[in-house]
């Protein structure tokens, strides 16, 4: 079965997002449902999303194994996992870990751009890597099936928890520093940690992360993946767009400054451009996946290959690693 599993996405969700879903043929997302949240306002989002999967029943349903994706498929519906960008739905407490494993969450960043409890931003001078609560709730997260993301993080946190993980860990949006030397793109070294524990990478395609920011063409990004696939492997990668469609400007400020700074914090934007970048006009929205399909054609990938990149890798990855560790995988 050929699917459509973005790895990462955060727009301003309504029915018109959800439609487009599934125009584009999207039958899986992971949508991050906290940024800066604690448990209660992370609980919150979950409530919001319940509304929508009560009033959008023949457009989406909340997915929390992979059969969710094939259920999607044969249904003509999108599945939606949730995941955090940050540790803070779990505070300080490593029993809620399993809680909101059980609420439906299947990735967790162990820290974002910042210093976290458990892990170092890519954002910090410095990196002294997993911390000892990060390695308390790695082994947690293992035990109950929620995938440590390390999407945000630093590179020594990021090799570190590839190898303190008994199970494979993801980065769901990022792409290559050597084809564009952003600050939360993943050198080799890291994505050979991440890659040779049989971890998966998620292609991101929000501006600041791509060659040509909103001018990259879909020709260079395909390129970049079939450069990662031949140093590390096709089996390893998949998309994760990072799409924030239909977001304000004030979202982005968010996910930057969060509670932790009074001060504005630009991330990869600047002074003179503080918001959300234009999206490249070939991906503008869930009804593009099309144009990346078509671009790994014509770089060359044969068709198994692009479905493993378009959404086999991720189905398989969901298969094995949304359970808890003593339980059989999915499929």
Not at 85 to 98: A, F, K, T
Not at 280 to 294: L, V, Y
Not at 302 to 313: H, I, Q, S, T
């Amino acid at each position: 079965m050929s699917v459509l599993i973005d790895g990462l996405q955060y727009a301003n969700w309504s029915e018109k997002v959800f439609r487009e879903m599934r125009a584009g043929g999207v039958d899986a997302v992971h949508v991050t449902i906290s940024y800066h949240e604690n448990f209660r306002e992370t609980v919150l989002n979950v409530e919001a999303w319940n509304r929508w999967f009560e009033r959008f029943p023949e457009l989406i349903f909340q997915g929390f194994t992979g059969d969710d994706v094939r259920r999607a498929k044969e249904t003509g519906r999108t599945a939606i996992f949730f995941g955090f960008q940050n540790p803070s739905p779990i505070e300080d407490d490593i029993g809620l870990v399993e809680i909101l494993h059980r609420l439906g969450a299947r990735f967790m960043q162990l820290s974002y751009n910042n210093q976290s409890l458990l892990a170092t931003g890519c954002y910090e001078a410095e990196d002294p890597g997993i911390t000892r609560m990060g390695r308390q709730v790695i082994k947690e997260m293992n035990r109950v099936g929620l995938v440590i993301d390390m999407s945000h993080s630093a590179d020594r946190s990021t090799i570190e928890a590839a190898d303190i993980s008994t199970r494979p860990i993801t980065i769901t949006h990022a792409n290559l520093h050597s084809w564009q030397p952003a600050l939360r793109n993943k050198r080799d070294d890291v994505i050979r940690a991440v890659t040779q524990n049989g971890g998966m990478m998620g292609f991101s395609l929000y501006p600041h992360h791509l060659r040509d920011k909103s001018d990259c063409t879909v020709d260079s990004f395909c390129e970049m993946i079939a450069r990662a696939a031949e140093t590390f492997g096709v089996d390893h990668f998949g998309i994760g767009s990072d799409l924030c469609q239909d977001q304000p400007d004030s979202i982005v400020e968010w996910m930057r400054s969060g509670r932790w700074t009074k001060e504005i914090d630009y991330g990869e934007g600047s002074a003179a451009a503080p918001g959300f970048p234009p999206q490249p006009a070939w991906f503008r929205d869930n009804r593009d996946f099309g144009n990346i399909r078509e671009g790994l054609a014509r770089t060359g990938f044969d068709a198994g290959e692009v479905n493993a990149l378009m959404g086999g890798n991720w189905l398989r990855f969901f298969d094995e690693n949304f359970t808890p560790a003593d339980a059989p995988p999915d499929r």
